[in-house]
């Protein structure tokens, strides 16, 4: 009977040794389960200006780096076919995030599309009037009697006149044709005089490749840019968000501009590697104009504000006199509130 006990015992003790074996390989699995689904990447998709271009570098620096997988993100890129639908995917909901020019997102608001831009690429305005040296204009007072090609932007024509007049040009003396995005030709083929709205890291860059000149070479035009000659300065491309983003997942975007201002940073410290990791994802991106536009985005990346607060930092007072001076050249159809418009909170700290 003694016998018959301890067997039992016994049994009974394998039996609870086993059941906790189970047990404890099951919550081993379940616990595993969960760590897997914990580390399984946030999807997130970005929309770009247009076709990848050096501007992108930042961004696809963070991709290369790794800096997006540290913060658990997985970010796929679209391309629109024009600048302001990048914006209308995101007030859809069909990205989270988009590359816009300041003047869009102004626009956007002004039309009740609750975008907002929470970082931005460039601290001051990017167009201006080139014309080439040989010219021998050194005012914009001597536009006069000229002819200058303009991509049909209307927000850069109003800076360009706005500009003249201001230089105290008569500007009906001033013959502004417009000619889309392929202006070089025509300034090579000497149709027109010069650009009207050229970007100082693209066009320039572009003829100077043209004539058998570096790329970098500045002494082979003259450039005028609109926030320099009386246009209030301005930001350019950044990132941007929809206002339902910032309120239902706020640390996605901490997470995503903690990624995006390290890919920044690392494209403008380490520019030819930049350069070579877009050319190695885009190879008709040509390497010259890459690396000249690539040291201009760079310089114009960084200001008194950026030393200060760190990259993608937004002064709200310069957002407000763009917006006050597109409304008085009625670019857009109502006033905007620019502190809904425009947000530095989700940068990380310097």
């Known amino acids: 009977m003694i016998k018959l006990q301890t067997i039992a015992k016994v049994t009974c003790l394998h039996t609870r040794n086993a059941a906790?074996?189970?047990?404890?390989?099951a919550a081993t699995l379940a616990l595993?389960?969960?760590g897997q689904a914990a580390e399984k990447p946030t999807d997130v998709k970005f929309a770009l200006l247009t076709q990848p271009g050096i501007w992108?570098?930042?961004?696809?620096g963070a991709v290369e780096k790794g800096y997006f997988k540290i913060e658990g993100l997985k970010v796929s890129f679209v391309s629109p076919q024009t600048p302001a639908d990048g914006l209308k995917l995101l007030a859809s909901?069909?990205?989270?995030?988009?590359?816009?020019?300041?003047?869009?997102?102004?626009?956007a608001r002004s039309k009740g599309l609750p975008v907002v831009s929470i970082a931005t690429n460039h601290q001051y305005g990017t167009a201006g009037i080139m014309v080439p040296t040989k010219l021998g204009v050194t005012s914009l007072k001597q536009m006069e009697g000229k002819t200058l090609g303009v991509t049909g932007i209307p927000y850069n024509k109003v800076m360009l006149e706005y500009s003249l007049k201001k230089a105290g040009a008569?500007?009906?003396?001033?013959?502004?044709?417009?000619?889309?995005?392929?202006?070089?030709?025509?300034?090579?083929s000497k149709r027109i005089h010069g650009l009207g709205d050229a970007i100082t890291w693209s066009e320039t860059a572009i003829y100077n490749v043209k004539i058998g000149k570096p790329a970098a070479d500045k002494s082979t035009f003259k450039y005028f840019a609109f926030y320099q000659n009386g246009v209030p300065r301005y930001y350019t491309l950044g990132v941007v968000t929809h206002?339902?983003?910032?309120?239902?997942?706020?640390?996605?975007?901490?997470?995503?501009?903690?990624?995006?201002?390290?890919?920044?940073?690392?494209a403008v410290n380490n520019q030819k590697a930049a350069v070579a990791n877009m050319r190695k994802r885009y190879p008709a991106i040509n390497e010259k104009e890459a690396l000249a536009n690539l040291a201009e985005i760079a310089r114009i990346s960084q200001s008194a504000d950026t030393k200060?607060?760190?990259?993608?930092?937004?002064?709200?007072?310069?957002?407000?006199?763009?917006?006050?001076?597109?409304?008085?050249?009625?670019?857009?159809?109502?006033m905007v509130d620019v502190k809904k418009a425009v947000t530095n909170r989700y940068l990380p700290p310097k």
């Open 308 to 334: 200060k607060h760190g990259v993608g930092w937004q002064d709200a007072n310069v957002w407000a006199k763009q917006e006050a001076f597109m409304r008085s050249h009625k670019l857009i159809p109502a």
């Open 93 to 107: 909901g069909g990205v989270q995030f988009a590359t816009a020019h300041s003047t869009e997102v102004i626009t």
């Open 243 to 266: 206002e339902n983003t910032l309120a239902r997942n706020p640390g996605l975007a901490r997470r995503f501009l903690s990624a995006w201002s390290k890919g920044l940073s690392w």
């Open 32 to 34: 595993g389960t969960a």
């Open 20 to 25: 906790a074996i189970v047990f404890g390989a």
């Open 170 to 188: 008569d500007v009906s003396k001033v013959k502004i044709v417009t000619v889309g995005f392929n202006q070089i030709p025509l300034l090579l």
């Open 56 to 60: 992108d570098a930042g961004v696809f």
